[in-house]
């Protein structure tokens, strides 16, 4: 049995469901989450009465950012839990409802969502799974087998894309990693498949003919696959495409690679022409779209800069302007990425770094506070929140919000370099030359040629 959408709420409890969306609405958290948990005990199989609920308990917690936080609850050593793991095989049901009341006094207990993706998973209910799997990951975001386990399950849900951008985003912190890039090569398999048409096939809605079609394209698949195209490739592909539309005039996806043939050929708004037409589209709500045509409009400003004579008077004056306008562009067209889409953590990451090169130290501040939510963006984040404190002359703040970093990458990397390079800097701002040289050193003993390391290395010791 699988999941039921919000129309198979069963008569007898819709009442309580519509009053639940009201409490929440409300910001009335107690009563939502009472209300919500009565529908799922007559019915567990509602997917978004459950999603709700847990908007609801996170509401409660107070955690507008809950999802983001490492917690262990003082849940994995209750007798709900003992209860839950106890009855897990024999009644995933009631396993599953007792979870959820875990949850109701703390929405990030690990204890309490593994429960929730076995219960889950025993009861064929795969999008129940993920919810809690998000979670867990989020919590644990160094743990490759979670990642793993959630990216599969992204997938079987059909959120391929998604699956795929969590592994490669994971993979950058584990490269060379065998089991990752297997996980991504796996769930890469299953994306083609269901494009070419075996996925249909499989469940009966298929044919060997569409199957064919895909086939006849591997030639085309194959050179847009292609890092750098070739001038030759992308015009052939250019032609086939504008063909093809002639006669696929609803094939959204060739109006998005014809966008991308576009750009590489710097033909910029012929490609803002087509990502407009992919816009107007129930395609449109998609944050890459957004991001394209952002940067698609800042290459078209680039261009315009080069297109500048250098040896004209007023050069540098044009450079200056053009370069200030497209960075109040790049402000602009990211805080409308912001307001369509707040809860990207990646987007509110960008928008802190152009803040900050606007000079905007308070705003970007604030969307690095919550950017560092994305463990995939955290240490990057708390390094330009520490920048951010400095600038304000925190330094202190900026101090611990570095060690922080620090403590969180075990590879000594260009990453983990800059980090101690900027806790160094801080600390002599401070005055704690001592301190500063330790850092220092910790660089001069894997990497006497990052930046200036050498020179302050040897004027400290020249000071003594």
Not at 188 to 198: N, V
Not at 294 to 312: H, M
Not at 425 to 430: C, G
Request: proline fraction near 3%; include cysteine; charged fraction near 30%.
């Amino acid at each position: 049995m699988s999941e039921k959408s919000v129309n198979e709420v069963p008569r007898e409890v819709r009442p309580l469901f519509t009053k639940g969306n009201d409490a929440l609405s409300k910001e009335n958290f107690d009563y939502a989450i009472s209300l919500f948990s009565q529908v799922l005990a007559k019915e567990p199989r509602i997917f978004e009465c459950r999603r709700l609920l847990r908007r609801a308990q996170f509401g409660k917690a107070g955690s507008g950012g809950g999802f983001f936080k490492k917690a262990w609850s003082s849940a994995s050593s209750s007798p709900q839990l003992a209860k839950a793991q106890m009855i897990l095989r024999r009644d995933p049901a009631e396993a599953l409802a007792l979870a959820e009341q875990m949850l109701s006094s703390d929405p990030n207990s690990s204890a309490a969502h593994k429960v929730i993706v076995e219960a889950a998973t025993a009861m064929e209910m795969p999008r129940t799974a993920v919810m809690s799997l998000e979670v867990l990951a989020r919590n644990h975001p160094k743990d490759k087998a979670l990642i793993i386990k959630f990216a599969e399950a992204l997938a079987e849900t059909g959120e391929v894309k998604r699956a795929e951008t969590t592994l490669l985003e994971f993979a950058r912190s584990v490269p060379g990693d065998v089991e990752v890039a297997q996980a991504l090569k796996n769930v890469t398999a299953k994306r083609t498949m269901d494009e070419g048409g075996y996925g249909a096939l499989a469940s009966g809605e298929g044919s060997y003919r569409d199957i064919l079609k895909n086939e006849q394209e591997a030639v085309t698949l194959e050179q847009e696959s292609k890092v750098q195209k070739t001038d030759d490739n992308t015009d052939r592909l250019i032609a086939e495409y504008e063909a093809r539309i002639k006669t696929e005039p609803d094939n959204l996806k060739l109006y998005r690679s014809l966008a991308e043939l576009y750009t590489q050929k710097k033909q910029f708004d012929r490609a803002l022409e087509y990502y407009e037409k992919v816009k107007a589209t129930e395609m449109g709500n998609d944050p890459s779209l957004e991001r394209a045509i952002g940067e698609t409009k800042v290459r078209r400003l680039e261009q315009d800069i080069e297109k500048l004579d250098p040896a004209s008077v007023d050069y540098s004056e044009r450079v200056a302007s053009l370069n200030a306008e497209k960075l109040a562009f790049q402000v602009l067209e990211c805080q409308k990425r912001v307001e369509r889409f707040p809860t990207d953590l990646a987007i509110r990451f960008e928008m802190g770094v152009l803040y900050f090169q606007a000079g905007k130290i308070a705003e970007a501040t604030k969307e690095f506070q919550r950017a560092q939510g994305n463990p995939h963006k955290r240490i990057a984040a708390l390094n330009y929140l520490a920048k951010c404190f400095a600038k304000r002359k925190i330094f202190d703040l900026a101090a611990s919000t570095l060690q922080d970093a620090i403590k969180e990458k075990p590879v000594f990397d260009e990453e983990k370099k800059e980090l101690i390079y900027n806790l160094a800097s801080v600390l002599e701002t401070m005055g704690k030359k001592e301190d500063a040289f330790e850092q220092y050193k910790l660089i001069f003993k894997v990497d006497t040629s990052y930046r200036d390391v050498e020179a302050k290395v040897e004027a400290y010791l020249a000071g003594q």
